[in-house]
Structures are given as C-alpha cells and as structure tokens.
C-alpha cells in the first residue's frame, strides 16, 4: 500500500480549512499556503500541496461537470418515470467504487452504509417530489376543465373573454411543463 499523503493526514479542521483556502486562493499560491500551514502547526511542502490540490481541483471539475449535464439532461428531458433515479443509483454505484479503486481507500474507514442510505433517501425524496408534480398536474388540468366548463355556460362576449383567457393561461401552463 502506498505511502499515505501528509495531507490525509491532517486533523480534519485543518484539512477542511485548507480545502476552502484552496477554493478561495483559485488552486493557486502554495508557497503563501505551504508558510500558512506551516503557522497553524502542519509542515507540508508545496509541492505535496499542488499535488492534493491538483487532485481535487480535478475531481472538483468532474464534479461541476456531471452537475452541469445533469441540470442540462433535467431541463432537456423531464422524467415523470423517475428513470433519471436508476440511472444515477446506478452512476452513484460505479462512481463509488471508482473513487475507491482510485484512492486506495480501505473499505473500514468509509461509511458505506451511511452513503447507501444518502443515496436511497435521494431516491425516496425524488420518487415524493415527482408523485407531488404528477398530483398538482392532475388537479389543476381538472380544475382548468371544470372552469373551462363554467366559462362555456356564459353567454355573450363575457364567454368569450373568459374562453380566451383561459386559452392564454393553458398556452402559459403547457409551456411551463
């Protein structure tokens, strides 16, 4: 097993203050950083730093990548059949043992259990809001009919502002869908 990385080691309040520095210092000035560190009780050198964080600016860009294509793939495509769901279970799953493989993480020292369960109440709260989206669609089509009705029942020029009103506001509600 590989040697593990000073960094990795640092006490976690540490290693998170170093993680916002980085994201605030743009991945840059790690001789400022490695002088910073040093201050706060931590000997690392630059060059260790620019090799953490060239790694996690990477995984940083992979990860603002997936979320731009899946807010684009949302958008592009909406799914009533909640299949977006399987598909990232199934991405969540590779990715996982991905990371692992990549990291030469120890099983022991995640918690797998609490990152399954992250990712099934993902799901489950994804299954509720489309359940909720489907329910709203469905009464307010059937609220659109039954004003749709009353409008019909009007007489004069009353029916026919209050029919083309309500034509407007379809156009409106079937474009936001």
């Known amino acids: 097993m590989p040697k593990r990385s000073k960094v990795d080691l640092l ?95 120890e099983p022991d020292s995640l918690s797998l259990p609490k990152i399954t369960k992250s990712i099934a109440d993902l799901a489950r709260s994804s299954i509720s809001q489309k359940k909720w989206q489907v329910e709203v669609r469905t009464k307010a089509a059937e609220r659109m009919k039954a004003v749709e009705a009353e409008a019909k029942a009007m007489k004069g020029e009353t029916r026919d502002v209050a029919l083309a009103m309500l034509a407007k506001v379809r156009a409106v509600y079937e474009g936001a869908m």
Request: hydrophobic share 45%.
């Open 11 to 105: 006490p976690p309040e540490l290693k998170a203050w170093l993680d916002d520095e980085l994201l605030k210092r743009g991945f840059a000035d790690y001789v400022q950083l490695a002088a910073d560190l040093k201050a706060k009780g931590a000997d690392l050198s630059k060059s260790g730093l620019h090799r953490y964080g060239s790694v996690f600016e990477e995984r940083l860009g992979k990860l603002r990548t997936s979320m731009e294509q899946a807010r684009a793939v949302v958008e592009a495509a909406p799914d009533d059949e909640d299949a977006m769901n399987g598909a990232l279970i199934r991405m969540t799953q590779q990715t996982l043992m991905e990371v692992l493989v990549e990291l030469k993480v």
